[in-house]
């Protein structure tokens, strides 16, 4: 049972687990809501085009999947605001964009490991990730806590966060960059394409069942922490990729949840 | 902050596309205890221009007071409640309560108990309305929490954005009879966007018409016999004026 936790690289990849398990479905909730649910997919699709294009300019710093994401959620919010899109609008021409430098990166060479990236690997996290996961952690439970009526208002209504005294421009720019670097992190454990099941799935099924939103944001934590945590867990016996391993969990989770929903139980 | 109307409007201009503005060249004065409605077609610039009152959109032309403060330097916007568009749509895959959404919009040490606010708006089971989640209340309810918030600061601006969409007529009639008492009690000033011109005939005293231009602005009984009601709606409109539906022509 305890045999994974005696290899370093299973010690890094759990407390990434760990980290993404608070930091994703705490900002997923708040995107929900806000009808950005697609947000995590698009800004990953970027991720994924700053790895393909460090690995073609042969650049080993870490710095820029880290600062792309950000950019990419700044961007989309920015530009549905400019161009008055709609979020899907927005989040679709953003993931395709990354999708394509990515596939421009690669077809020029870039040689990445496709299958580690795109499904998630307990070999990618390194110790300068769990840094900014703890980092990102920290603050993304800190805000959330500390300015909780803020937050709601910011996704319920900006005018209403407004009148309350909110700068509305600070939080839109907080929100890229918490959502931007839990994704970054989240990324290298979950993989590109299954990283926004972890920022969508635990607040839809906890939202259903809960009755407040300080339940929901305590309930949506624990299906991704233990969805997450159990994925990466698994994936070191059967060896299959520790995102598609938790998406799998996760999945169940929500059935159960729904069942709940049906049956008319609420926490 | 004791100088000035409520809301005054100098010249005002805002677009959202370059060159095709919502709102051209509107000026108008709002006194404080007036209750002023606004109406006009959607996309008219109804919402833009209380959105503009909340300091939320910047006029590209043009001077906006509140209580006689240039809004650019207007901090205390504890005076301001603000109910906005399309409520039931705000709160979609949200497990927000009531008593958080209340709590959230409350500035400490100001705003009302939450309790007595709700009671206020005319629940009388505050206890048990407070608990529930914002996405299972009816219509009817869900306006009531909508009032609720705008007013749990004592505003002395309240600004209320189609606040009784979706209700039937005796809704409306409930829903104007307890604002009239707040505005009595409170003297707040307030100004009501819609576009159902029947709803709002028999409590209006005030009227601004606005599409993109503010088009007319006095009483409601010299609008509904005027033909303005045509050139604002075209030919669509059809008003409740004493009972009788009547049809501006």
């Excluded at chain 1, 300019?57 to 990419?72: D, N, T």
């Excluded at chain 1, 059967?238 to 609420?266: C, E, F, H, Q, S």
């Excluded at chain 2, 409306?172 to 709803?199: C, K, P, Y």
């Amino acid at each position: 049972m305890i045999e994974p936790f005696q290899q370093p690289f299973m010690l890094r990849a759990f407390a990434a687990a760990v980290l993404s398990g608070i930091t994703l479905p705490l900002v997923g909730s708040f995107l929900v809501p806000k009808k950005l649910s697609l947000l995590g997919d698009a800004s990953s699709h970027f991720t994924f085009a700053a790895l393909a294009v460090a690995a073609l300019a042969g650049l080993g710093f870490i710095m820029l999947p880290y600062a792309i994401p950000i950019l990419a959620v700044y961007g989309i919010l920015k530009t549905m605001k400019i161009l008055k899109l709609s979020g899907d609008q927005a989040l679709a021409i953003y993931l395709t964009l990354g999708a394509a430098t990515a596939s421009v990166a690669l077809s020029l060479g870039a040689r990445i490991n496709l299958n580690a990236v795109l499904f998630g690997s307990l070999l990618l996290v390194q110790p300068e990730d769990l840094v900014a996961s703890l980092g990102v952690a920290a603050f993304v439970v800190g805000f959330t806590a500390a300015r909780f009526g803020s937050a709601v208002l910011y996704v319920v209504n900006e005018e209403l966060a407004r009148l309350k005294g909110v700068k509305t421009g600070l939080y839109e720019l907080l929100f890229a960059v918490f959502a931007g670097l839990s994704i970054a992190v989240g990324v290298k454990i979950a993989g590109v394409l299954l990283v926004t099941a972890l920022l969508v799935i635990p607040p839809t099924a906890s939202s259903a069942i809960a009755t407040s939103m300080k339940k929901s944001l305590a309930l949506a934590v624990a299906v991704g922490l233990s969805s997450l945590t159990a994925g990466t867990y698994a994936s070191y016996y059967v060896g299959l990729a520790p995102g598609a391993l938790t998406v799998i969990i996760l999945l169940a989770l929500l059935i159960a949840v729904a069942a709940m929903d049906r049956a008319g139980l609420r926490i | 902050m004791d100088k000035g109307p409520a809301v005054e409007l100098d010249g005002v201009t805002f677009s959202y596309v370059r060159g095709s503005p919502i709102l051209r060249d509107v000026s108008l004065k709002i006194e404080r205890g007036e209750l002023l409605f606004v109406i006009g077609p959607n996309g008219g610039g109804k919402s833009t221009l209380l959105k503009i009152f909340v300091g939320a959109l910047k006029p590209e032309k043009g001077v906006v007071k509140l209580f006689g403060v240039d809004i650019r330097r207007f901090r205390d916007w504890w005076m301001v409640g603000y109910l906005p568009q399309n409520a039931a749509t705000l709160f979609e895959r949200m497990a927000l309560s009531v008593e958080e959404l209340l709590s959230a919009v409350r500035v400490k040490g100001r705003g009302m108990g939450l309790e007595d606010v709700v009671r206020l708006v005319g629940v009388d089971e505050p206890g048990e309305l407070l608990p529930k989640r914002v996405v299972d209340l009816s219509s009817g309810l869900l306006q009531k929490v909508m009032l609720a918030m705008s007013l749990v600061n004592r505003p002395r601006l309240l600004l209320l954005d189609e606040p009784t969409v979706y209700m039937d007529q005796r809704g409306v009639g409930t829903f104007m009879q307890v604002l009239r008492r707040i505005m009595n009690e409170w003297e707040v000033t307030t100004v009501i966007a819609t576009h159902d011109v029947s709803a709002i005939s028999t409590f209006a005293t005030r009227v601004l018409c606005i599409n993109r231009e503010a088009l007319y602005d006095g009483s409601i009984e010299e609008l509904l016999t005027s033909e303005q009601l045509c050139d604002i709606y075209g030919f669509h409109v059809y008003a409740l004026r004493h009972g009788h539906v009547w049809s501006g022509q």
